[in-house]
C-alpha cells in the first residue's frame, strides 16, 4: 500500500481568513490528509487577538464538512512537530515577492535541521493575493468592513472581539 500524502499547513492564522482557506482546499486536490498546525509562541501571545485554542476552534469550526483536514496546535521547532507527526511535506502560501525572501530562508534553513523537509508554495486565488491576518486584524480594530476577506463565522468572532 502507498503511503498517504500528508502536509502540514503550519502558520499564526491570527485569525483564518479567506486566503488560508483557499490555499488549504486547494492542497487538498494532491493530498490525502491536511494538517493546519496553528503555531503557539508563547513570548508573542500578547500580540495575538484570538488565543490559539481560539483559533483551533474557528478553523475546525470552518472546516467541519472536510474529514481530510485535522486541526492541532504546536509549539517549537516546525521540523520537530512536522517529524513527531511522520510529515516532511510542509505548505506555505506565497502572495508576492515580498513573501518570497523570508519563506525561502526559512525554508533552507529548516531543510539544514532536516534533510527530507520539503515546502510546497501555494499562490491564493488573486483576489486573496493582498490578503493577510495582519491587515485582517488592523482594519476589523479600526471598525472596517473585513467581511470579504473573512468567512461569517470569524467575522462574529471578530465583531464580538472589537465591542469587548
Ligand atoms: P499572515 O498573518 O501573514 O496571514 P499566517 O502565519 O497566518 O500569516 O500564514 C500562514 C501561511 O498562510 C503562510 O504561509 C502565509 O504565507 C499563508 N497565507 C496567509 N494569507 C494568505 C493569502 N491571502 N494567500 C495565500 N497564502 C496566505
Given at each position: 500500500?502507498?503511503?498517504?500524502?500528508?502536509?502540514?499547513?503550519?502558520?499564526?492564522?491570527?485569525?483564518?481568513t479567506l486566503g488560508h482557506e483557499d490555499i488549504a482546499r486547494r492542497c487538498l486536490h494532491f493530498l490525502d490528509r491536511l494538517i493546519i498546525a496553528v503555531a503557539h509562541h508563547p513570548t508573542q501571545e500578547k500580540d495575538r487577538l484570538f488565543?490559539?485554542?481560539?483559533?483551533?476552534?474557528?478553523?475546525?469550526?470552518?472546516?467541519?464538512d472536510e474529514s481530510r483536514i485535522e486541526?492541532?496546535?504546536?509549539?517549537?521547532?516546525?521540523?520537530?512537530?512536522?517529524?513527531s507527526r511522520d510529515a516532511s511535506l510542509v505548505i506555505r502560501g506565497l502572495r508576492a515577492v515580498s513573501d518570497f525572501e523570508y519563506e525561502f530562508q526559512m525554508a533552507?534553513?529548516?531543510r539544514e535541521l532536516?534533510?527530507?523537509?520539503?515546502?510546497?508554495?501555494?499562490?491564493?486565488?488573486?483576489?486573496?493575493?493582498?490578503?493577510?491576518a495582519s491587515l485582517v486584524r488592523e482594519i476589523?480594530?479600526?471598525?472596517?468592513?473585513?467581511?470579504?476577506f473573512v468567512s461569517a463565522s470569524v467575522l462574529k468572532r471578530l465583531q464580538a472581539r472589537s465591542r469587548s
Open positions: 500500500m502507498t503511503k498517504p500524502r500528508v502536509a502540514i499547513y503550519p502558520g499564526s492564522f491570527d485569525p483564518l488565543s490559539v485554542d481560539e483559533r483551533v476552534e474557528m478553523i475546525e469550526e470552518r472546516f467541519r486541526v492541532t496546535e504546536f509549539s517549537g521547532l516546525l521540523v520537530d512537530f512536522a517529524k533552507l534553513m529548516n532536516w534533510p527530507e523537509f520539503e515546502v510546497v508554495f501555494m499562490t491564493p486565488a488573486a483576489d486573496y493575493t493582498f490578503l493577510s476589523s480594530g479600526l471598525g472596517g468592513d473585513v467581511s470579504r
